[in-house]
């Protein structure tokens, strides 16, 4: 009696085990499946979407991100941006004026699906920043290298500006009914064959 009860609960023991390995073995292909998704998620976004609108969110986003921190360096530390471009504390003052501008163009890139507007004002921005440069030049109290290398890095970051200003401004993004990240079929054959 007792080896038909020891039997039987070996046997419920196994099929318990079996039971355990299945479910086990289901979740973890459940679970690759959903990792190898992730890890393509570029992919599909490309093979969906024109390439250059993915392209240029980018870049907008980032120029969005880094407007914002350097709205927060020039409003949190005015002395210091103004000793690293050479500007003596006269023109100082305007610094953390300068600062909110950038971080509103930022945070209005980072909340835009297509920032072209915002992206327009951070170049205007610019203008505003190389006028504040031209005006310390005649300071003689400022450090011309200094005022130099800094007009340098805005006429750079000047550039960058327009160039992605004028890409957003020629893509056509209204199918996408202002989502960027929605699915387009730009570039993809029809699904319909023809009879």
């Known amino acids: 009696m007792n080896t038909g009860t020891q039997k039987q609960s070996e046997e419920q023991e196994f099929e318990d085990q079996n039971q355990f390995n299945r479910q086990s073995s289901e979740q973890s292909s459940d679970y690759q499946s959903g990792s190898e998704f992730d890890s393509n998620a570029d992919l599909t976004e490309l093979k969906y979407r024109n390439p250059a609108n993915v392209g240029t969110a980018k870049l907008a986003k980032g120029l969005g991100m880094f407007s ?31 600062g909110i501008r950038e971080i509103a163009h930022g945070v209005g890139i980072m909340m835009q699906a297509k920032p072209t507007e915002s992206v327009w004002s951070r170049v205007a921005g610019d203008a505003v920043d190389l006028a504040f440069l031209g005006a310390a030049f005649a300071g003689e109290e400022n450090n011309k290298n200094r005022l130099i290398g800094a007009t340098v890095a805005v006429l750079g970051v000047a550039a960058l500006d327009v160039m992605c200003a004028q890409a957003l401004s020629a893509e056509d993004w209204s199918d996408l009914d202002g989502n960027v990240l929605a699915p387009t079929t730009v570039g993809q054959s029809s699904a319909r064959q023809s009879e």
């Open 68 to 98: 914002i921190a350097l709205g927060l360096a020039e409003l949190l530390a005015p002395a210091q941006v103004g000793e690293l471009i050479g500007v003596s504390p006269r023109y100082r003052t305007f610094i953390p004026a300068l």
